[in-house]
């Protein structure tokens, strides 16, 4: 089994930063592409930024130049640094991960989120 765990959320005022993390555990043999999410209730899921194993990143245009996906495979840990926030930003925030397990399966997790409020 393998768990990701998301920390880092909380209430911020307008133009402020905050760092998400996410901690992969469990039965990990290598932790490919992860990516951070998020949905506003009522709305879809969608992409913040992702970051290969290999560190290439991507970035959905609204969060470019203000989010910085980074990751340390030693740990096992990806973190999203967001600067300049806005109110919406506002929304639950999730991880996602590609992982090759000890018996050699690839399969996507997911996190359980971690709420992000921006106040204006």
């Known amino acids: ?12 005022q307008a133009g402020g930063s ?4 996410c901690v992969a555990s469990g039965s990990i043999f290598r932790l ?5 999410h998020r949905q506003v209730s009522g709305k879809q ?10 560190g290439i990143t991507t970035y959905a245009d609204s969060m470019k130049g203000r989010f ?4 340390d495979n030693a740990k096992n840990t990806v973190d999203l640094q967001m600067n300049s926030l806005k109110p919406e930003d506002t929304a639950v925030y999730y991880c ?5 397990d000890l018996l050699g399966r690839v ?4 996190g359980q989120g971690t709420q992000v409020t921006v106040s204006s």
């Open 68 to 71: 910085t996906i980074s990751r």
């Open 45 to 54: 899921r969608e992409l913040v930024a992702a970051i290969t194993r290999g």
């Open 96 to 100: 996602n991960a590609n992982v090759q």
């Open 32 to 36: 490919n592409t992860v990516g951070w």
């Open 18 to 21: 905050l760092r998400l993390s």
């Open 107 to 110: 399969r996507d997790y997911w």
């Open 1 to 12: 089994q393998v768990q990701l765990v998301e920390s880092g959320g909380g209430l911020v």
